[in-house]
């Protein structure tokens, strides 16, 4: 077996935490695959494989890839898995941590389980972007959101929206998220967008600050195709896929829809999504109290 060792984390105490696991894996006879400017980082380039592109783990065999950060880390994985497939296992070392689920002991504990695949895992919906605005070799994938925004302008903008080329809305102000269920509890959120649980089939359209106070988040079925169509005092706008940037011209629509593959998300078995959400955003405590 071959496990993956991904984090973008470069200090002292995540060399001496990955230096443990990655023994750890060698004493189950698992082969470890090293991010490559991590690997560098922390000198361990010399030591293992290592990887930087979907088609090195294709090559080198991956059965198994582990995060070490936070959610954004997990989010960055699928930059590399794509249609792999490869499950993934959050090690939570950040913040907060929807995603990366297991923490630094539990990592341990629950080793055995996880390379017998004695263990949850979740499939979690991706968003494809489709358009010719889009530059050669830009990743046209999100595991949370598609953003729509402004782009140096003070001004509103204005997008068109279709549902399957049915005319939605009109949206003024500073953008647009789609979201998939796993991004409902990120930029969407802060945005006044729902919290819609991960095993359902939906999409999220949140308008960002919009000038008519009646527009209100739009709850969706993932099978439909979104087209925006965007005008603006400036000839381009923004497009964000999670944390990647792009900036479209106004003359280019997006369709977006959902992938045709899924980001299989490994969690511990006592895991509940409604416990999460409680605890993360201190539902039912008054710190008054």
């Given at each position: 077996?071959?496990?993956?060792?991904?984090?973008?984390?470069?200090?002292?105490?995540?060399?001496?935490?990955?230096?443990?696991?990655?023994?750890?894996?060698?004493?189950?006879?698992?082969?470890?695959?090293?991010?490559?400017?991590?690997?560098?980082?922390?000198?361990?380039?010399?030591?293992?494989?290592?990887?930087?592109?979907?088609?090195?783990l294709l090559e080198k065999k991956v059965d198994l890839f582990f995060t070490f950060g936070g959610d954004?880390?997990?989010?960055?994985?699928?930059?590399?898995?794509?249609?792999?497939?490869?499950?993934?296992?959050?090690?939570?070392?950040?913040?907060?941590?929807?995603?990366?689920?297991?923490?630094?002991?539990?990592?341990?504990?629950?080793?055995?389980?996880?390379?017998?695949?004695?263990?949850?895992?979740?499939?979690?919906?991706?968003?494809?972007?489709?358009?010719?605005?889009?530059?050669?070799?830009?990743?046209?994938?999100?595991?949370?959101?598609?953003?729509?925004?402004?782009?140096?302008?003070?001004?509103?903008?204005?997008?068109?929206?279709?549902?399957?080329?049915?005319?939605?809305?009109?949206?003024?102000?500073?953008?647009?998220?789609?979201?998939?269920?796993?991004?409902?509890?990120?930029?969407?959120l802060s945005c006044g967008g729902p919290i819609i649980s991960p095993n359902n089939e939906n999409f999220?359209?949140?308008?960002?600050?919009?000038?008519?106070?009646?527009?209100?988040?739009?709850?969706?079925?993932?099978?439909?195709?979104?087209?925006?169509?965007?005008?603006?005092?400036?000839?381009?706008?923004?497009?964000?896929?999670?944390?990647?940037?792009?900036?479209?011209?106004?003359?280019?629509?997006?369709?977006?829809?959902?992938?045709?593959?899924?980001?299989?998300?490994?969690?511990?078995?006592?895991?509940?999504?409604?416990?999460?959400?409680?605890?993360?955003?201190?539902?039912?405590?008054?710190?008054?109290?």
């Open positions: 077996m071959k496990a993956a060792i991904y984090s973008q984390k470069k200090d002292l105490d995540t060399f001496l935490y990955l230096s443990k696991f990655i023994s750890e894996l060698e004493s189950r006879g698992v082969t470890s695959v090293l991010y490559d400017e991590m690997a560098e980082a922390l000198q361990f380039s010399k030591i293992f494989e290592t990887f930087n592109c979907k088609q090195d954004g880390t997990i989010v960055n994985s699928l930059t590399f898995i794509e249609d792999l497939e490869i499950p993934v296992v959050g090690v939570n070392t950040g913040r907060l941590g929807f995603l990366a689920s297991f923490t630094k002991e539990e990592a341990f504990r629950e080793l055995d389980a996880i390379l017998k695949g004695d263990i949850k895992t979740s499939r979690r919906s991706v968003i494809e972007v489709v358009s010719p605005g889009l530059e050669e070799g830009f990743f046209p994938y999100a595991l949370n959101d598609v953003t729509v925004s402004r782009k140096e302008t003070t001004s509103m903008i204005t997008v068109d929206s279709y549902i399957n080329d049915e005319f939605l809305n009109v949206f003024w102000g500073d953008g647009v998220i789609v979201s998939t269920p796993t991004g409902s509890t990120a930029y969407s999220v359209i949140t308008p960002i600050a919009p000038h008519n106070l009646n527009v209100r988040p739009l709850v969706v079925n993932d099978r439909v195709e979104i087209k925006f169509r965007v005008e603006s005092r400036v000839p381009q706008y923004s497009l964000s896929l999670d944390s990647r940037l792009i900036h479209i011209e106004t003359d280019k629509e997006i369709i977006i829809k959902k992938a045709s593959f899924q980001l299989l998300l490994v969690q511990p078995n006592n895991l509940s999504f409604y416990e999460t959400i409680r605890q993360k955003l201190l539902w039912g405590r008054d710190k008054r109290n």
